[in-house]
């Protein structure tokens, strides 16, 4: 059943004059798609995707990508609508955290502060959170401490989530890194790469935070190296069908030498698979048989050896990278980890952070320390950083030389 509408149009001087009768392809008004009701309602042309990027994140932004259409947009509205909604996605989650931090700063939910006796209130929101929501205690009050966190100590970072410009990855790497750090170093640092973060994937983010942590806090960041390196575990959690998880907490320097000669024996196993014709593995299942073997090659060891012997010989095998037991993997080629250290620092002039390959900055004395027992290679750089000329002869440091920095810098050497 169709409704039908007298058309009429103002005429000059005559009063309205009745156009033909016209069908109303519609039973009502609720019938009409949203789109068009708004461009009838308001004269104004309906949004599309495309211009999804020039909206703010909210309600009108919500409404464009509720009215998309995957099955009909072409290859660019889909990556459109894909940026479109990662947006919302910050929107909600920015929102979300403002909610949370409210909520644990009302009265009912810190009866401590009434003179009863409560638990931590973040503990007291997350419980509610967690049986509205149907998480676990742990993960709600994960949300509401970093909820805290963001609204409390980062409210440009959390201004920046909720307009979009970074998702909640990014954002949690800024408070990871920063959380810990003095109010006047956090401030600065914050400020100095939110501008840069919407460019940067959350890898990049963390790398730029830490150099200019480095630079801007020399003391207090080798100060929480220290204090972190001696945090470090290992940990094994068993896991289904006969496996388990290995989890290790390392210094970075340590856990590169080890990555670094996993991955050297897999690219050799890989070989002698082919070799052998025997069936291909993955990497990651060569780098887990080659870290396995290593063990393995260090009992064997520790059984052909004296017991006062055992803890040089698994030292030994596990930073030689060696497997010496039957059915190991040998390493044909020498491995090396790679570490840029500024003449500076080398020389006591300065506190300038060093480049662990692979993992980004890490505090100068540690540098110095990598460098007292490497092989030197000269690079030489512009004031920017920029590679001008790499040196083709290499210099082992003397014994007497690595002693001296060594304890030269048993402590930092930065002002105060």
């Known amino acids: 059943m169709f409704e039908e509408a007298l058309l009429t149009t103002p005429s000059s001087g005559h009063g309205p004059v009745a156009e033909p009768w016209v069908a109303w392809p519609y039973d009502s008004v609720d019938d009409i798609d949203p789109v068009l009701l708004r461009e009838l309602s308001t004269g104004e042309p ?53 909610v949370l931090a409210e909520l644990a700063s009302r009265a009912q939910l810190r009866p401590d502060h009434t003179g009863y006796r409560s638990v931590n209130p973040v503990t007291n929101t997350a419980i509610e959170i967690a049986g509205r929501c149907h998480v676990t205690v742990t993960q709600a009050e994960n949300q509401v401490g970093h909820a805290l966190q963001l609204v409390e100590d980062f409210h440009d970072t959390h201004t920046a989530l909720s307009t979009g410009a970074i998702d909640l990855r990014r954002a949690r790497v800024i408070t990871d890194e920063l959380g810990g750090q003095d109010q006047h170093v956090r401030v600065r640092v914050e400020a100095a790469v939110l501008p840069k973060a919407p460019c940067l994937d959350a ?45 290790a907490l390392l210094p970075a320097e340590d856990a590169t030498a080890l990555t670094t000669a996993l991955n050297a024996a897999a690219a050799h196993a890989k070989r002698a698979d082919a070799s052998a014709s025997r069936p291909a593995r993955t990497k990651d299942q060569r780098r887990a048989d080659a870290l396995a073997e290593l063990g393995w090659a260090a009992i064997t060891a520790c059984n052909d050896t004296p017991m006062s012997d055992h803890a040089a010989v698994t030292t030994g095998v596990v930073l030689a990278g060696r497997a010496p037991a039957t059915g190991a993997t040998p390493q044909r080629r020498p491995i090396s980890v790679h570490v840029t250290v500024p003449f500076s620092t080398l020389a006591g002039l300065s506190d300038e952070p060093g480049e662990l390959d692979g993992y980004g900055p890490i505090p100068a004395h540690v540098a110095s320390l990598l460098a007292s027992e490497g092989v030197w290679t000269w690079l030489r750089t512009d004031v920017t950083g920029q590679g001008l000329d790499l040196g083709r002869t290499r210099y082992r440091p003397t014994t007497a030389l690595a002693e001296f920095i060594a304890a030269r810098d048993r402590t930092c050497r930065a002002p105060g």
């Open 46 to 98: 309906s949004r599309t995707i495309t211009d999804a990027e020039a909206l703010p994140t909210g309600p009108e932004l919500a409404a464009v990508i509720a009215g998309f259409d995957p099955s009909a947009a072409s290859a660019y509205d889909l990556v459109e609508a894909g940026s479109a909604f990662a947006r919302m996605a910050a929107w909600v989650a920015a929102g979300e955290a403002t």
């Open 203 to 247: 890898v990049a983010l963390r790398k730029v935070i830490k150099r200019l942590l480095h630079e801007l806090a020399p003391v207090a960041t080798a100060e929480r190296h220290k204090i972190a390196r001696d945090r470090r575990y290992v940990a094994v959690t068993p896991a289904s069908d006969g496996m388990t998880h290995l989890e």
